[in-house]
């Protein structure tokens, strides 16, 4: 249970994949100018992120290395993110129309996050077992969301203040979002 | 061998993948009626047809779809301005191939030239013209949505579009200030505080001065309460006009009620009107036409003799 624990964590804060391992940049800048559309995009980031661990896991360790098929791991990973990224989307327009409305065009692209198919990938590479994969899926989402949201409420803010002309836009954004990473620097070395 | 069984093993799991997927769409039906719905609301319900739908639910219907949210002239800037919000879209300027924004107006007849011909009140989307053939007509301005749907179809063009007053709620005289000059003199705010402790009715000046075109905000943060008492104007040391920003603030805010409350009633006339109106053409539909109504009293005479 520790050792679940000492994962989540360390994938929350310390390796959180957004700010240290800058994975998953494109929804991060993309999906953060509103904070409802930001919890919406998080959640559904959590939904795929979770279910994707689990099954990658399972056809790992049941389908490719029974059949030393190894060197497809690449590509049926995406495929199976692709499947349960059009079921989250088919379950968004379904339930949350409006949120549907909202996010559009990024709901698909969480395909292409590459923290998604990253956390699959090293879930393989640091061997873990199903429940730590499940986990380590877990927290690398919860980290997304934290960020995510924190970053949309930053933006939010932006909105009213009095930002200098030349740093608007664009430019304002890369700067909180390397000032946000830098805050996070202060978690390297909490679990050695 | 290796080859065949990874080729195998990939097409097995995309038609898994696929079969799933398949089944999931037919067990989560689209729900787009909410999202309808919810862009409805917000369009003024002038029922003009100027965005080349016929209504303005066919045109929120078009916008779930994904057409354009700038084709609606009576919206405005403003309308654009909401629904950029809702939808997570872009705000661009009003497509004036669609028409003008213009003041809100209303319709009126001069009735001395009226020759009854009932073609108005027959144009109007929301039964806004009463009158009998061959009398004078006349327009309920209070239910008048000013769609100019009335005016081509007159034949004497006797009928003017006269724009509406709007109401003022201005208790104070203060100086009108407008949101032009507002938006030059923002940067004055030099957010020291000092109008919040002044307030007697414990309000934040300064969060309300800031948030002052976002209505939602401004209902959080109780601008109604406002007593408009002018303690802040004489703290603030940038002299920032904060009461009269808070008055245009509540005029647009009345403006908008006013304007919703409008809106709603014309789409319940309107809705009204579609229902009446296939109603009508289902009882003409039903009616017998000439030839058979001919043939019908060949029959009966024919039994007759």
Not at chain 1, 59 to 81: A, D, K
Not at chain 2, 100 to 106: Q, T, Y
Not at chain 2, 155 to 181: F, G, W
Request: with cysteine; charged share 20%.
């Amino acid at each position: 249970m520790s050792d679940a624990l000492v994962i989540l964590l360390g994938t929350i804060f310390v390796n959180n994949f957004v700010m240290v391992q800058f994975l998953g940049l494109c929804p991060f800048m993309g999906a953060s100018q509103k904070i409802d559309s930001a919890i919406g995009m998080a959640a559904a980031t959590t939904f795929v992120l979770t279910l994707a661990c689990a099954a990658s896991y399972l056809l790992e360790h049941y389908l490719l290395q029974p059949l030393n098929l190894e060197y497809l791991r690449i590509i049926t990973f995406i495929v199976l993110i692709a499947a349960l990224v059009q079921f989250a989307e088919m379950v968004i327009r379904a339930t949350q129309p409006l949120l549907y409305q909202v996010l559009g065009l990024f709901i698909p692209l969480i395909t292409t996050n590459c923290a998604v198919l990253g956390v699959a990938l090293l879930n393989v590479r640091h061997q873990h077992s199903l429940f730590q994969s499940i986990v380590y899926g877990f927290g690398a989402a919860l980290g997304f969301s934290m960020v995510l949201i924190v970053f949309a409420a930053m933006r939010e803010r932006q909105t009213s203040a009095d930002i200098p002309k030349p740093f608007r836009g664009a430019a304002i954004n890369m700067i909180s979002a390397g000032l946000l990473s830098l805050a996070f620097m202060g978690f390297t070395g909490m679990n050695g | 061998m290796t080859v065949l069984i990874g080729t195998l093993t990939l097409t097995i799991i995309g038609g898994l993948c696929a079969a799933l997927l398949n089944y999931a769409t037919r067990y989560f039906k689209t729900n787009s009626e909410a999202i309808i719905e919810l862009i409805n609301t917000r369009l003024p319900q002038t029922q003009c047809a100027q965005c080349g739908y016929p209504g303005c639910r066919p045109y929120a219907e078009a916008i779930s779809k994904g057409d354009p949210i700038n084709k609606c002239p009576p919206g405005g800037t403003a309308l654009i301005q909401e629904l950029a919000d809702l939808l997570g879209r872009e705000q661009v300027p009003l497509d004036t191939s669609y028409g003008e924004s213009l003041p809100p107006r209303v319709a009126v007849i001069r009735e001395a030239e009226c020759i009854g011909c009932t073609l108005c009140a027959i144009a109007c989307p929301v039964d806004a013209i009463i009158g009998a053939p061959q009398m004078m007509h006349s327009v309920i301005s209070r239910d008048c949505t000013g769609c100019d749907l009335c005016l081509e179809p007159c034949p004497v063009d006797c009928i003017d579009m006269i724009v509406v007053k709007t109401v003022e709620v201005r208790p104070l005289r203060l100086p009108r200030i407008d949101q032009d000059a507002l938006d030059l003199i923002q940067y004055d705010c030099i957010h020291c505080g000092l109008c919040e402790p002044s307030c007697p009715r414990e309000l934040a000046p300064q969060a309300l001065f800031w948030h002052r075109t976002e209505p939602e905000r401004l209902q959080s943060l109780n601008l109604a309460d406002c007593i408009e008492c002018r303690l802040c104007d004489r703290v603030c040391p940038s002299n920032i006009p904060l009461t009269a920003s808070f008055q245009a603030a509540k005029q647009r805010q009345y403006e908008l009620d006013q304007s919703r409350a409008k809106a709603r009633e014309a789409q319940a006339r309107f809705e009204r009107r579609q229902r009446r109106v296939s109603r009508v053409q289902a009882k003409v539909r039903a009616r017998p036409n000439k030839q058979d109504r001919l043939s019908m009293i060949d029959r009966l005479r024919n039994q007759k003799s």
